[in-house]
């Protein structure tokens, strides 16, 4: 949005009091249910409720204005307006206040007599073994409660006091409950600490647990944590008692919500604990119960990619090729402002998502493939030899789907100003300097990463409008 935009502090008030229920549902946002807030179906590190929201992932949250600045990469003046209705007769609903609730102390629902209908749902409708499960229950990690007959995770302290339990209702017809108990500490979620250098880390306790009966040799030694969620508290607990460890590995659920969580958790790793190594693990199915349940013949629910990294594998091959017969003579400047300009008149003419893509599979390739080929050239005189292929493939590892937030309008800000980053280099007598060559070949990899998000989010655009049916113009989204 050019220029200035004054809003009245009325105005700031009633934008950053909309229900971010209201307005995401609007946005066509699928929200999910989580006790008494709602979990973006697309990302589910977010809850909202009322005009409040909170990134369990990130540890941050606020109002309804910095979360549209935040989820939708937008300036200040640009989220008021949106939440504004755009001032054109779309009306938001306000969120209520609440009143300060004081927090319920936490305690252990009470234990009942026996186990029947706790082991028989774990370890014939989970398919675990029931040895695992009986260390845990000796431990007092494991029990069925006497109200409902919901299986409780306990989860302890280093000095051994409980701090956290969950519970999982054992009936198997329907969507089963599930929920933590009030009061209950996240840092001290369901967990096992053993004197390994390895620390695994899972969604849920039957993830857990499923991973141990898949994996049970030795299995005592290594350390295991289910976060109950997506949170990393629990995580980062771990690793704080567990000084010992050099691994961490995420075996979160193989789908995007669980593959997004893995990077978020491995950036709260490598910041606390830079020293540590992070691997992600992931089940062949849609996580490690399924696993377990395929192997004793059941019919698993299959694993789901992430769209937005194999679209950036599949953009990145075919950039590869585009690259390699590219001719090193005209990796120029000229080059690269002659298919920038090609794609900006194409967005300029405001073209469908179809005009749009096309615009990308051309000028965009070959835009993307003469800063490789710049890469290629600058890392050869520095005495690095590196292939077009090479250099892609690390391209490719540096795509986040979890930081890939924005709108188009955001995106091409952002391939813009990548853009002018990369001609500044060439300014005056250009790159003469080793240090000149390093700031190009630094500059050329922004340039060529927000080609490939830009590609991502109009690919992901197209195919969702064509499950929906719709081929709507996505050119002027903000």
């Not at 609730?101 to 073994?129: H, I, Q, V, W």
Request: net charge negative; hydrophobic share 35%; aromatic share 8%.
């Amino acid at each position: 949005m050019a220029g200035f935009v004054y809003f009245t502090d009325e105005q700031k008030q009633r934008a950053n009091e909309v229900d971010l229920e209201d307005f995401l549902s609007r946005q066509g946002e699928k929200l999910l249910r989580s006790g008494r807030e709602k979990r973006l179906a697309s990302d589910h590190s977010i809850t909202v409720r009322g005009n409040r929201w909170y990134d369990h992932a990130a540890g941050t949250g606020g109002c309804a204005i910095d979360f549209v600045q935040m989820h939708y990469n937008s300036t200040f003046p640009e989220a008021v307006t949106l939440l504004l209705g755009g001032e054109q007769g779309q009306a938001y609903r306000a969120s209520e206040p609440e009143g300060e609730k004081a927090p319920k102390p936490f305690a252990l629902p009470e234990a009942n007599g026996d186990m029947r209908r706790a082991y028989a749902y774990l370890t014939k409708s989970r398919c675990l073994d029931r040895e695992v499960v009986s260390v845990f229950a000796r431990k007092k990690m494991i029990y069925e409660d006497a109200k409902y007959h919901n299986v409780v995770f306990v989860g302890y302290d280093a000095e051994g006091t409980a701090r956290h339990a969950h519970k999982r209702g054992s009936h198997t017809k329907g969507d089963a409950f599930k929920g933590n108990v009030d009061g209950s500490d996240p840092r001290y979620s369901f967990r096992h600490l053993g004197k390994g250098n390895t620390i695994y880390v899972f969604e849920a306790p039957i993830d857990m647990l499923s991973f141990i009966t898949l994996h049970q040799k030795g299995w005592q030694e290594n350390s295991y944590v289910a976060l109950n969620g997506i949170s990393a508290h629990a995580m980062l607990q771990a690793l704080k008692d567990s000084p010992q460890a050099g691994t961490v590995v995420l075996c979160l659920d193989h789908d995007p919500a669980g593959i997004e969580n893995s990077y978020r958790l491995a950036d709260a790793v490598k910041e606390q604990r830079p020293d540590v190594c992070v691997r992600m693990l992931q089940p062949v199915n849609k996580d490690w119960n399924e696993d377990l349940k395929a192997q004793n013949g059941m019919e698993p629910i299959p694993a789901k990619e992430h769209p937005g990294i194999a679209e950036c594998r599949a953009w990145c091959g075919t950039i590869k090729e585009v690259a390699e017969s590219i001719d090193p003579r005209h990796a120029t400047a000229e080059s690269l402002k002659r298919y920038h300009y090609g794609i900006y008149q194409t967005l300029q003419k405001g073209t469908g998502p179809e005009q749009l893509e096309d615009a990308f599979d051309g000028d965009g390739l070959l835009l993307a493939g003469i800063a490789v080929r710049i890469m290629e050239k600058c890392g050869r005189e520095l005495g690095r030899e590196a292939a077009p292929g090479q250099i892609i493939d690390n391209l490719c590892s540096r795509y986040r789907p979890h930081k890939d937030r924005g709108n188009l309008k955001s995106r091409l800000t952002d391939m813009q100003d990548a853009f002018e980053s990369v001609m500044a280099c060439f300014a005056g007598t250009g790159p003469g300097t080793d240090e000149e060559k390093e700031t190009l070949v630094k500059k050329c990899v922004g340039l060529t990463m927000e080609c490939i998000r830009a590609h991502i989010f109009v690919a992901g655009k197209l195919q969702a409008q064509k499950q929906e049916g719709g081929m709507a113009q996505i050119c002027s989204q903000s």
